[in-house]
């Protein structure tokens, strides 16, 4: 090796590590060479799909910011830049082996054009910058795998085939003459591809969010991706103190439901896995039990076993109000919760039947049609009919004061014999009157309802005249 050529591979090598950071540009520790690991520069809402083999099967479709990289892996020989090129491999996920193979061969081309000067920082900057154009790839872009494991993509378009490899092929067997024994494609199979596309986007996402400034909207502060969350439906930011303050504060009351954005009339919600991040173990424990608990609730075939020692979910069969817990096999009645009684009728109690009165009448459409197929459309309907009773006699009746029975005042004077009881009582002020003489509570001058006896008989008698 000359000192030249010494020299100017060092000072390359110091270069590229100067420019590119650790994960981008790697030196080898034994050898003249390293790893450079290339990311393309994608446009704006780049879709990646996979289409189904048959018109039945279905289709994948995403939007990626960023793809795995592209990988050159060199070595420099002793002569180089002054005779021989860099010794290289090429690698990539997404990219056919056709494809990596005439981008070797463009990067062979390179070297020819720039003969005796060191080329590594163009290659990188080719395949950064133009790799995508030169190969044709514009959105949407389809990801295939060939039966042999190799890649089948896009080809480059006839002229540059034929600048850069000679005539296009026409057929497979022409295909395979051209595929460079450095292009590698890194990957197992279609689903793997995906996977690993989705993962890189989401880390790289990840990536550039943490490293900018973000202002909170709810302590009104600069600070870093890292030190923040979004939400991924709206993506709008807040600092993780706030957030953690707001989230603990709703499972704490409960409501689980409610771990929304808290930009106004915004509906996104925050995932179990923010939550989690956010929160303490004991909270998430907390949160994570309740969420499941209302999601049960909303489910109509799903009851929980009334035994507090237990509560274990019981799908409830259909057109049956009898439900076996698969953990203590108790059998229960899912409209009361009691022992399963078969066909007698459920003993609700007074308490529960109001709770759910109130809860019928206030509910939508959907959910009444929930609870008339849970409890019965008899039994909530027999309870609303006997609030408006209840609410009728309130207002058009009163108590009897011996017995209770409700008494309505059809006409006559103030006089009233309850017709349960038999008891006399006065309409006026509701006290019992004498049972042999019960006029005379209106002929006493000591009584409320002195001279009262046709009071109001008379009044509604002129009322109706005029």
Known sequence: MSSEDREAQEDELLALASIYDEEEFKRAESAQGGETRICLELPQDFKVFVSGSSPESSRFECTVCF???????????????????PIFTLSGKWLSRAQLSALCRHLDNVWEENRGCVVLFAWMQFLKEETLSYLNISSPYELKMCPEGGGQGRMPSASLADEDCGAA??????????????????VESLSSLIREILDFDQAQRRKCFNSKMYLCNICFCEKLGSECMYFKECSHVYCKACLKDYFEIQIRDGQVRCLNCPEPKCSSVATPGQVKELVGEQ?????????????????????????????TPVMQEPGSS??????????????????????????????????????????????????????????????????????????NSKACPSCSTPIEKLDGCNKMMCTSCMKYFCWLCMGLLSS???????????????????????IE???AED
């Not at 793809?67 to 090129?85: C, G, H, K, M, R």
């Not at 229960?332 to 109001?354: D, N, R, V």
């Open 169 to 186: 092929a026409g057929s497979a067997a022409a295909e395979e003459e051209t595929i460079d024994a450095r292009a590698v494609r890194d």
């Open 283 to 311: 909270l998430f424990a907390r949160y994570d039990r309740l969420l499941l608990q209302s999601s049960l609730d909303l489910m109509a075939d799903v009851v929980n076993c009334p035994r507090p020692s237990c509560q």
């Open 322 to 395: 009898m439900a076996i817990c698969s953990c203590c096999n108790y059998a229960f009645c899912t409209t009361c919760k009691m022992t399963y009684h078969g066909l007698s009728p459920c003993k609700i109690t007074a308490e529960k039947l109001i709770e759910l009165r109130n809860e019928y009448l206030q509910a939508d459409e959907d959910t009444k049609r929930w609870m008339e197929q849970r409890y019965g459309k008899r039994v909530l309907q027999k309870a609303v009919e006997e609030m408006k009773s209840k609410a009728w006699l309130e207002k």
């Open 67 to 85: 793809l795995p990289p592209l990988v050159l892996n060199f070595e420099l020989p002793p002569d180089y830049p002054s005779t021989s090129p």
């Open 461 to 463: 008698f002129w009322e």
């Open 436 to 458: 042999m003489h019960p006029y005379r509570h209106f002929d006493d001058p000591d009584s409320p309802c002195f001279n009262k006896l046709f009071q109001v008989t008379y």
